[in-house]
């Protein structure tokens, strides 16, 4: 069983880690748990649901906002196919697509 909640000064969970270090087995591996739970919770009511693969951090980034400020383009591709809210704006305000705009001018 996986905790998503976000841990620590951060509030940072497994699949924010994997996001940061590109780590794609392991967020293959979450991303199917993420799924289980998801079939296993299809009982709640829509509104009491959530996506655990855009949980946001302490400061509101998710894994894909984290994928993409550490230059993670394989983990950002990976967590973009298994659903994640390409919309979700960091904590900041900061779209993914200035993220993007950010990692090609540095």
């Known amino acids: 069983m996986i905790n998503w ?3 620590g000064a951060a509030g940072w969970n497994q699949l924010h880690l ?3 270090r590109g780590d794609i087995p392991s967020i ?3 991303i199917d ?3 289980k739970d998801s079939e296993d919770s299809k009982l709640q009511l829509s509104s ?3 996506n655990r693969l855009d949980i946001r ?3 509101g980034d998710t894994a894909l906002h984290i994928a993409l400020k550490k230059n993670q383009p394989e983990a950002a ?3 973009i196919q298994a659903g994640c809210d390409v919309h979700a704006l960091g904590g900041s305000g900061v779209s993914l697509l200035v993220c993007l705009q950010v ?3 540095v």
């Open 28 to 30: 293959a591996k979450l």
């Open 48 to 50: 009491q649901r959530e």
């Open 77 to 79: 591709r990976k967590l």
């Open 33 to 35: 748990i993420a799924r």
């Open 57 to 59: 951090t302490q400061n």
């Open 103 to 105: 990692q090609t001018h």
């Open 5 to 7: 909640r976000p841990k």
């Open 18 to 20: 994997a996001a940061s």
